[in-house]
């Protein structure tokens, strides 16, 4: 059984920074993609940034340079450094895993941005 664990969310001052966690089991992030999604009020889901299996990343434009995605192997572990928090980047965050033809996803991870 898969199952992802998302930590690390909460409330940040704009400028602020908090590093998101997805902790898996019943997958290898050595085999298959990971990758962070966010969902704000009312808007869509949207992908934020992704890391293959060989450890390339990608993100999407308006986040470039400012959150960074990587990974511990040996914890089966992903992460999300975020910088610079805005307060149009408040929203849930979701963790995503791909294993074999099939996507898990976290339960989620609410980041607030706010003075």
């Known amino acids: 059984q898969v199952q992802l664990v998302e930590s690390g969310g909460g409330l940040a001052q704009p400028g602020g920074s908090l590093r998101l966690s997805c902790a898996a089991s019943?997958?290898?992030?050595?085999?298959?993609?990971a990758a962070w999604y966010r969902q704000a009020p009312g808007k869509q889901r949207e992908l934020v940034a992704v890391?293959?299996?060989?450890?390339?990343?990608n993100y999407v434009d308006s986040v470039k340079g400012q959150f960074t995605i990587n990974r511990d192997i040996a914890k089966n572990t992903v992460y999300l450094q975020m910088n610079s928090l805005k307060p149009e980047d408040a929203a849930v965050y979701y963790c995503?895993?791909?294993?074999?033809?099939?996507?898990?996803w976290g339960q989620g991870t609410q980041v607030t941005v706010s003075s």
């Open positions: 019943g997958i290898n992030f050595r085999i298959g993609a």
């Open positions: 995503n895993a791909l294993g074999g033809s099939k996507s898990y």
């Open positions: 890391i293959t299996s060989g450890g390339s990343t």
